[in-house]
C-alpha cells in the first residue's frame, strides 16, 4: 500500500494519522519538532524558525515560532483526536551552519531555537523521546506516525532512526 | 512598510532594476577574476511564503555552497551565493588554472578561494548600489557552508522572519558559458533597507 508523505516546508506544520509520514526537508537553525500520540497513531511536525514570538510585532504565522508554534500543533493534533496528556517528543535541528568569526547571539539562533522547544514541551508536559539537535550541518527528517520512528539523513554525518 | 507582501509590481520592477545593475558590476570583476566571459540572466524578484521557499530554489535537499555575509551600517541585509557544489568546484579549478574537473573536496584552501569570489562578488554589488543610493555598506567577511539548500536558506532567512512571514528574494544568476555553470546570487534586504532602496529609486 502506498504510504502518504506529507511535506511540511520552513514556519509550517501538518499533522497525520496513521500509516501517513511527515517529512521536513533542510533543517538547518531551524528545529522540527514531532509530536506523538501512541494510542492514537497520530503524528504532527511543525517546522520552527524562531524561539520566540513575544519579541515579534505582529504574529500572522503562529508555526513560525517556538512557544506559539508547539501550542498550535498540539491544539491541532488534539482536533484530529489525540490527547495532549499522551503526547510524546522527538526533535531535529537547530544547528548553526554558518560560522562567523566573533558571531553573536543573533547569529546562533539554533542553540536559541533548541532551548525554546525545550522549555515548551516542558511547560506543556510532553516529554522529550529523542534529540538529534546542534552541530553544523543540515538535516531532512521523517517521522512515521505507526511507530513514532525518526528518521534523519544527512549530507556528511550519515543517518539515523531514533 | 510592515511587510514584504505589500510590495507591489511596479516596486518589484524596480528593485529587479538595481539588482540588475549590482549583480552587472558583479559579473564584470567575476570575469576579471577568472578570465572569463559570464553572463547574466534576467533578474528575478519575487516574494514567497518561508513554506515555498525550498521549492524556488530547485529543491531543500539538493546539495550546493553557500557563502553568506551580512551588511551592517545604513542598509543592514543579508547577501548570499549559492552554487551547486560541482560547479563550484568548476569555478575554483578555472581560478587556480587546474584541469576543470580536478577539484572534489573543500580543502581549507577551496574554501578560502570560493569565500573569496563570494567576496568579490558582494563588493561589487554592492558598490554599485552604494553609487546609487549614497549610503554607507559595511560587508563582514563571508562565512561558508556545504550543506542542503534547505538549510543554508533556513539560516540565512531567521533574520527576516522576525519581521515578515515573507521572504522577498531578489536573484541574479551568473552564467559561465562553457560549462553552463550557474551560481545564484540572493540580497536580502531588511525592511529598513528595502524602504530606503525603494525610495532611492523613486517608487516609495
Same mark, same amino acid.
Not at chain 2, 507582501?5 to 516596486?11: A, D, G, M, R, V
Not at chain 2, 562578488?121 to 562565512?143: D, H, K, R
Given at each position: 500500500?502506498?504510504?502518504?508523505?506529507?511535506?511540511?516546508?520552513?514556519?509550517?506544520?501538518?499533522?497525520?494519522?496513521?500509516?501517513?509520514?511527515?517529512?521536513?526537508?533542510?533543517?538547518?537553525?531551524?528545529?522540527?519538532?514531532?509530536?506523538?500520540?501512541?494510542?492514537?497513531?497520530?503524528?504532527?511536525?511543525?517546522?520552527?524558525?524562531?524561539?520566540?514570538?513575544?519579541?515579534?510585532?505582529?504574529?500572522?504565522?503562529?508555526?513560525?515560532?517556538?512557544?506559539?508554534?508547539?501550542?498550535?500543533?498540539?491544539?491541532?493534533?488534539?482536533?484530529?483526536?489525540?490527547?495532549?496528556?499522551?503526547?510524546?517528543?522527538?526533535?531535529?535541528?537547530?544547528?548553526?551552519?554558518?560560522?562567523?568569526?566573533?558571531?553573536?547571539?543573533?547569529?546562533?539562533?539554533?542553540?536559541?531555537?533548541?532551548?525554546?522547544?525545550?522549555?515548551?514541551?516542558?511547560?506543556?508536559?510532553?516529554?522529550?523521546?529523542?534529540?538529534?539537535?546542534?552541530?553544523?550541518?543540515?538535516?531532512?527528517?521523517?517521522?512515521?506516525?505507526?511507530?513514532?520512528?525518526?528518521?534523519?539523513?544527512?549530507?556528511?554525518?550519515?543517518?539515523?532512526?531514533? | 512598510?510592515?511587510?514584504?507582501?505589500?510590495?507591489? /509590481?511596479?516596486?518589484?520592477? *524596480?528593485? $529587479? =532594476? @538595481?539588482? !540588475? &545593475?549590482?549583480? #552587472?558590476?558583479?559579473?564584470?570583476? %567575476?570575469?576579471?577574476?577568472?578570465?572569463?566571459?559570464?553572463?547574466?540572466?534576467?533578474?528575478?524578484?519575487?516574494?514567497?511564503?518561508?513554506?515555498?521557499?525550498?521549492?524556488?530554489?530547485?529543491?531543500?535537499?539538493?546539495?550546493?555552497?553557500?557563502?553568506?555575509?551580512?551588511?551592517?551600517?545604513?542598509?543592514?541585509?543579508?547577501?548570499?551565493?549559492?552554487?551547486?557544489?560541482?560547479?563550484?568546484?568548476?569555478?575554483?579549478?578555472?581560478?587556480?588554472?587546474?584541469?576543470?574537473?580536478?577539484?572534489?573536496?573543500?580543502? /581549507?584552501?577551496?574554501?578560502? *578561494?570560493? $569565500? =573569496? @569570489?563570494? !567576496? &568579490?562578488?558582494? #563588493?561589487?554589488?554592492?558598490?554599485? %548600489?552604494?553609487?546609487?543610493?549614497?549610503?554607507?555598506?559595511?560587508?563582514?567577511?563571508?562565512?561558508?557552508?556545504?550543506?542542503?539548500?534547505?538549510?543554508?536558506?533556513?539560516?540565512?532567512?531567521?533574520?527576516?522572519?522576525?519581521?515578515?512571514?515573507?521572504?522577498?528574494?531578489?536573484?541574479?544568476?551568473?552564467?559561465?558559458?562553457?560549462?553552463?555553470?550557474?551560481?545564484?546570487?540572493?540580497?536580502?534586504?531588511?525592511?529598513?533597507?528595502?524602504?530606503?532602496?525603494?525610495?532611492?529609486?523613486?517608487?516609495?
Amino acid at each position: 500500500m502506498a504510504k502518504e508523505i506529507i511535506k511540511v516546508g520552513m514556519a509550517a506544520f501538518s499533522t497525520a494519522v496513521e500509516p501517513a509520514s511527515l517529512v521536513t526537508i533542510g533543517l538547518g537553525s531551524c528545529v522540527g519538532v514531532c509530536l506523538w500520540d501512541s494510542a492514537k497513531k497520530i503524528g504532527g511536525l511543525v517546522h520552527i524558525m524562531l524561539p520566540d514570538s513575544t519579541q515579534a510585532r505582529n504574529v500572522t504565522n503562529k508555526a513560525k515560532y517556538a512557544d506559539t508554534g508547539i501550542v498550535l500543533l498540539v491544539e491541532e493534533m488534539t482536533k484530529k483526536g489525540a490527547v495532549a496528556s499522551r503526547l510524546t517528543a522527538k526533535i531535529a535541528g537547530g544547528a548553526q551552519m554558518f560560522n562567523f568569526p566573533g558571531s553573536n547571539s543573533v547569529i546562533r539562533i539554533g542553540e536559541r531555537n533548541i532551548e525554546a522547544v525545550r522549555m515548551c514541551l516542558k511547560r506543556l508536559n510532553i516529554r522529550i523521546l529523542a534529540e538529534e539537535v546542534g552541530g553544523s550541518y543540515g538535516r531532512t527528517i521523517e517521522f512515521f506516525t505507526v511507530d513514532g520512528l525518526l528518521y534523519i539523513k544527512t549530507i556528511n554525518q550519515g543517518e539515523k532512526t531514533v | 512598510m510592515k511587510d514584504y507582501s505589500e510590495i507591489n /509590481e511596479l516596486q518589484l520592477d *524596480a528593485l $529587479k =532594476e @538595481i539588482s !540588475n &545593475i549590482g549583480a #552587472g558590476n558583479a559579473a564584470t570583476s %567575476l570575469s576579471q577574476m577568472l578570465g572569463r566571459t559570464i553572463n547574466m540572466s534576467v533578474p528575478r524578484a519575487s516574494i514567497a511564503p518561508f513554506s515555498e521557499i525550498g521549492d524556488y530554489v530547485g529543491g531543500a535537499d539538493k546539495v550546493t555552497a553557500g557563502g553568506y555575509l551580512r551588511v551592517d551600517g545604513d542598509m543592514p541585509m543579508g547577501m548570499l551565493f549559492m552554487i551547486e557544489t560541482e560547479q563550484a568546484f568548476y569555478l575554483l579549478d578555472i581560478l587556480f588554472g587546474n584541469v576543470p574537473g580536478t577539484s572534489n573536496d573543500w580543502t /581549507e584552501m577551496h574554501c578560502s *578561494a570560493f $569565500k =573569496e @569570489i563570494v !567576496n &568579490i562578488l558582494s #563588493g561589487s554589488y554592492l558598490n554599485a %548600489l552604494a553609487v546609487f543610493t549614497n549610503n554607507v555598506y559595511s560587508p563582514s567577511v563571508p562565512a561558508m557552508a556545504v550543506d542542503m539548500t534547505g538549510a543554508i536558506l533556513g539560516e540565512v532567512l531567521q533574520t527576516v522572519g522576525e519581521i515578515s512571514d515573507y521572504a522577498l528574494v531578489l536573484e541574479n544568476v551568473f552564467i559561465e558559458k562553457e560549462k553552463e555553470i550557474t551560481g545564484q546570487l540572493f540580497l536580502l534586504p531588511e525592511p529598513k533597507t528595502l524602504e530606503s532602496l525603494l525610495k532611492a529609486l523613486g517608487v516609495l
